[in-house]
């Protein structure tokens, strides 16, 4: 299967229908294809080279999904940029994988000035706004179309940066199979299909954001966009454009339901909604099954490095009553694509029920990072990917994770598995928000402390939610200390808790100066 | 994605839920997938290498799927075998792979001595029932479970021999990849799933039962298996295992609508439909939507060379009023994976509404035919496949077959398209099946004449059943003569009416001697 070519398909059976909606503004199948290809053919005289690397830096829009493809379309390779990044990070990143282009969102035109000077090998900026001659509408009204370069396979069609929680980003290498591999593994179980209105509000430039944007378009799916989660914003895009598939971390899932528009607002064309990223809690869950009983429900797990999915708990499995209950707390099950493992420190599987690495083998794992041989064989050693994530596997194939395995809290002689305890948290009827992490301490390691965000107009103490986990939990597992804190808790550009800074500002804390 | 990982993961997720049943007997997932690991350290214990060829040469049943997993589980490559072949055909196919281990079918049992005196490369015959050495239950009781060799992307998985309707039957190589297209391909357009109850009535020698067997098996659904085609077998098997999903070719389907236990059967179970593999006539159609108005109906196009699946009419196009209807007559749009182009006789797309020949390209597109690297090229020419079927794409994609090109009758200076001469005498309450071909004649070059069987106890006479076409299609296109038939008409391995049969029965009346 070619990636691209689902662009002629779409022109074979719809070109003058609706493919992209951003605002007040629309796309049909037919301009889409058409940008595509000027934009494609104007990379190609700005001298792009099969292979190249093109960066984006912008928030969502028509320009990043004319990025996704007149980008492989010419022979290069897409490296969406995090724009939550600092200039020095970016800058690393754009040297890392030496990009030849940069498109720049008028967002971000205030940073081209360093950018530009501290990246020697970029030879051209597109902007995405003006009228210069290097805007992006200048150079697609100036170029003809261009044959697609028809990369596939084992071509390399992205590098995704990942954060990391410890040193430089690593540049995680995707082929076009890789996002083929995913997209035909996705569509069948998140029930994707042509007369889905997909909302995109999650950032573009996450694996996951990218990757949806693929299997959207490969339906040839209508394609509401959004610049960025805002949840009165996605609350009124649902019921504005009827829209019926979309996609929430948990701490976006969560700020929905806790959004005020939510209780007034019709989302009753929603059918679907996935979920995934970091561990769901439980409550979050529960809470949003009784207040959107029309949606269908599926959980995704995956990182960068599986492009990004491998697993799925499917629809049926949320259910608080009946035989397919009691499974709301797992990830689900391998992919019909994947083989999954939950394996030991020497790479052996471990018996059902005994925590260990989920290791995964398939199409959907990536080529390695860019530029890191050694990184990469190290994770992919032995043919498997080593996610560093901590799970069991029940005796039907259930994958219960634990915790990222460097998130693992190590108190006492006991291992603390952080998202246990903030799945304690999250059922107290006052808790709105919160982050488990490990602060170190002379005896035990470490020790077990929440931070916390309550419900508005909420008053607990820390005693009374300490004492609620002990209800719930072992005592080792309960948190030794609760902070409250009055704002929600700071997000990656993923959406997910940014457990480091917290840890950081909680050890700038402790250690004075 | 590896197809038989598939085994694992069905035995990581519900190694003791029902796998396969045939008859009265059941196997488990553990149990298929130890069976199949033994019947691969048997193969190899025999000498089996990686890229060998494995044929069979037997009715539907468990060693059938057993077949499929076990060959390429040992490295080898499986050669499915049309039942009906005569022996001098068998031998030829047989040699032409160059197959070392044939598993018989007690039913072909009589047929050994002369495939043996034949094919002197055939190293060992097995027996699937009895209990010499070389009984097939003999060896997987006497062989360890071996390692899965993990075969996969371009190595060869099957050679399939189509028929042809002149020469020798030509083996068409297809790959892993081949089949891994397919089967991520179909699953969703079919709406395919883990709790679907698949029943395998179609020959699993023919690529739509092997490739059919392959998908199900992948979604770990259930597999009811009948040794053949029967109506009243079909029936009762879907009220007995409450089937869900079934796949019929025309003949298949209208035999079942006329088959007297349709009237007392419960099909309730029975949500999906797929059929093709021939021209569905319009009013065969009409009547299943009308008799079983709880199934989900699909169309699928294809052929042996295109894994085989190219197109789908999905069921929301199966409806006679509102916007999706007017569709019935379509083969559907091109499948997600395919790209496909109506070309003439040079290989330039022609204008949508015109006739041409359908040509694909796409990763179910085979590797070649085995052997025949002049054939293969010249089928292949350009990166299309070039089907021989004449058809026309308006202007939603939706592609009309008209013929196989081969069929098109020649008269004056016109294309009459068989299928729509048949499409137009099915239209006539008393037909009950029909083919039409064309006769030789002097000065028109052919003329077109039509086989009929009517329903039991109808009476209509030549000169009726040609008026009833004049009011339906044009005059050169109606048939010069009709003939009736008491017993049903001759049906090819895949079901399809044998034109080639009719043709050479209606030419050695036409000239004695």
């Not at 600092?86 to 969102?105: F, H, K, T, V």
């Not at 799925?312 to 083989?339: C, D, F, W």
């Not at 996610?387 to 291992?415: H, Q, S």
């Amino acid at each position: 299967m070619h990636l691209t070519q689902v662009l002629d398909r779409a022109v074979q059976m719809k070109a003058g229908r609706t493919a992209l909606i951003c605002g007040s503004q629309q796309q049909t199948w037919a301009e889409f294809r058409h940008r595509v290809t000027c934009l494609a053919g104007a990379f190609r005289a700005l001298g792009l080279a099969p292979g190249d690397r093109v960066a984006m830096l912008a928030d969502n829009g028509f320009p990043y999904f004319e990025f996704h493809y007149a980008t492989p379309w010419a022979g290069g390779v897409i490296v969406p940029l995090n724009t939550r990044l600092s200039d020095p990070e970016l800058i690393y990143i754009l040297n890392d994988c030496g990009a030849r282009i940069l498109l720049l969102g008028p967002e971000y035109a205030a940073r081209r000035a360093v950018l530009e000077a501290g990246c020697p090998d970029l030879r051209v900026v597109i902007t995405l706004d003006g009228e210069g001659p290097l805007a992006c509408e200048t150079l697609i009204a100036g170029h003809s179309p261009m044959e697609d370069l028809r990369r596939a396979g084992q071509d390399l069609l992205a590098i995704i940066y990942t954060g990391g929680t410890t040193g430089r980003p690593k540049g995680v290498s995707l082929s076009h199979s890789n996002l083929v591999a995913n997209t035909l593994a996705v569509i069948p179980v998140n029930e994707f299909g042509e007369d889905m209105v997909y909302l995109h509000n999650s950032p573009l430039f996450h694996t996951s954001g990218s990757a949806r944007l693929i299997a959207a378009v490969s339906c040839l799916s209508t394609n509401v966009i959004l610049p960025r989660f805002e949840p009165a914003a996605v609350l009124h895009a649902i019921e504005k454009h009827r829209v019926t598939h979309i996609i929430l971390v948990p701490t976006m899932l969560n700020r929905l339901l806790n959004c005020p528009e939510f209780q007034t607002s019709d989302f009753s064309s929603l059918t679907h909604c996935v979920y995934g990223a970091s561990i769901m809690p439980e409550a979050v869950l529960k809470r949003a099954l009784a207040l959107m009983p029309g949606v269908r429900f599926a959980q995704s797990y995956g990182m960068t490095e599986l492009s990004p999915s491998a697993t799925t708990l499917p629809p049926k499995y949320h259910v608080l009553e009946g035989p397919n209950a009691g499974r709301l707390k797992s990830i689900g099950q391998a992919l019909m694509t994947a083989e999954i493992r939950i394996a030991d420190t020497e790479d052996r599987e471990v018996p059902r029920g005994e925590v260990g690495e989920i290791q995964v083998r398939g199409p959907m794992v990536m080529q390695g990072y860019w530029g890191q041989p050694e990184l990469s064989a190290e994770t992919l050693r032995g043919g498997w990917m080593h996610t560093g994530d901590a799970a069991y596997m029940d005796e039907e194939g259930f994958i219960f994770l634990v915790d990222r395995i460097k998130d693992m809290i190590i108190t006492g002689a006991e291992n603390v598995y952080s998202g246990e305890v903030e799945n304690a948290l999250h059922e107290h009827p006052d808790v709105r928000e919160c982050a488990v992490i490990g602060l170190p301490h002379a005896d035990l390691v470490e020790t077990v402390h929440a931070i916390v965000v309550l419900h508005p107009g909420r008053k607990v103490t820390e005693a009374e939610l300490i004492a609620h986990c002990r209800g719930l939990i072992a005592g080792y597992k309960c948190p030794r200390s609760v902070e409250f804190r009055a704002d929600p808790l700071p997000l990656s550009g993923a959406n997910k808790i940014l457990k480091t800074q917290l840890r950081q500002e909680c050890l700038a804390r402790l250690t004075p100066g």
